[in-house]
């Protein structure tokens, strides 16, 4: 295991291909996009610190938390936006690709939810610039936010259909887990329904994986000192995940 120093800076690339959803003239296209994203994860306790075994564990759980929520969660995921939302969640139900929801379609954005969430699902680490490239074109889109206002990001009501009551109090890139979708209900019958049967499946089904991903490195870590300590098959991980359907 190798050792991570308070502020050491650890720079991440991955590779993804995200299926943007259009709607033109009331008919709607795919757009399968592969993209370059460069992460930048620095080592930030936010309690003083002597022990670099700490900062150690501690960073390398960021790091595979990143790892995860890309080729695990966002890759081969749909893009979606408020207005086609709902539809497009019903016609994708019974893909096992994931869903995500933005403000717009825009890789800009893109790049701003990227970084509220996994500044979200990080702890004791500060996330520097996320650049979005796409790999047709060559763009590259930067964001970077030292203060994490994310001022451009929209409320949970403003990420809903118009009119309809929102399931959660903040949109899913504040939420420490592996959703990225916002839902909904209708009405006030539709909203207690799904409260009362769903709700909590819902949340112990994408609170779930990261904690047992950071469980089962923190243990693995920590025995490594003694004697033998347990090895993780991440990529076997990854396979038993399940992401759940969004009701």
């Given at each position: 295991?190798?050792?991570?120093?308070?502020?050491?800076?650890?720079?991440?690339?991955?590779?993804?291909?995200?299926?943007?959803?259009?709607?033109?003239?009331?008919?709607?296209?795919?757009?399968?996009?592969?993209?370059?994203?460069?992460?930048?994860?620095?080592?930030?306790?936010?309690?003083?610190?002597?022990?670099?075994?700490?900062?150690?564990?501690?960073?390398?759980?960021?790091?595979?938390?990143?790892?995860?929520?890309?080729?695990?969660?966002?890759?081969?995921?749909?893009?979606?936006?408020?207005?086609?939302?709902?539809?497009?969640?019903?016609?994708?139900?019974?893909?096992?690709?994931?869903?995500?929801?933005?403000?717009?379609?825009?890789?800009?954005?893109?790049?701003?939810?990227?970084?509220?969430?996994?500044?979200?699902?990080?702890?004791?680490?500060?996330?520097?610039?996320?650049?979005?490239?796409?790999?047709?074109?060559?763009?590259?889109?930067?964001?970077?936010?030292?203060?994490?206002?994310?001022?451009?990001?929209?409320?949970?009501?403003?990420?809903?259909?118009?009119?309809?009551?929102?399931?959660?109090?903040?949109?899913?890139?504040?939420?420490?887990?592996?959703?990225?979708?916002?839902?909904?209900?209708?009405?006030?019958?539709?909203?207690?329904?799904?409260?009362?049967?769903?709700?909590?499946?819902?949340?112990?089904?994408?609170?779930?994986?990261?904690?047992?991903?950071?469980?089962?490195?923190?243990?693995?870590?920590?025995?490594?000192?003694?004697?033998?300590?347990?090895?993780?098959?991440?990529?076997?991980?990854k396979k038993k995940t399940w992401k759940p359907k969004i009701i």
């Amino acid at each position: 295991m190798y050792t991570t120093l308070k502020n050491s800076n650890t720079r991440i690339t991955k590779e993804i291909i995200i299926n943007k959803i259009h709607l033109f003239d009331g008919l709607f296209s795919l757009e399968s996009i592969p993209y370059t994203i460069n992460i930048e994860i620095t080592a930030s306790p936010d309690e003083p610190t002597n022990d670099p075994k700490d900062i150690n564990i501690t960073h390398s759980i960021n790091f595979h938390k990143v790892n995860f929520l890309f080729d695990t969660i966002l890759n081969e995921s749909f893009l979606v936006g408020p207005k086609t939302s709902e539809q497009l969640l019903n016609l994708f139900s019974e893909f096992d690709n994931n869903v995500i929801l933005s403000p717009d379609l825009g890789e800009a954005s893109l790049g701003v939810m990227l970084h509220a969430k996994l500044t979200t699902i990080t702890k004791d680490c500060f996330v520097g610039a996320v650049e979005v490239i796409d790999n047709r074109s060559k763009v590259c889109y930067t964001y970077y936010d030292d203060e994490n206002n994310y001022d451009y990001l929209p409320s949970i009501t403003e990420m809903i259909i118009e009119g309809q009551m929102a399931f959660h109090e903040l949109p899913w890139w504040y939420r420490d887990d592996i959703s990225t979708y916002d839902g909904s209900a209708r009405d006030e019958e539709e909203y207690n329904h799904y409260i009362e049967n769903h709700f909590e499946k819902v949340q112990e089904a994408v609170t779930e994986p990261l904690q047992e991903l950071e469980s089962k490195l923190r243990e693995a870590m920590l025995g490594g000192a003694s004697t033998t300590g347990e090895i993780i098959d991440l990529e076997d991980f990854k396979k038993k995940t399940w992401k759940p359907k969004i009701i």
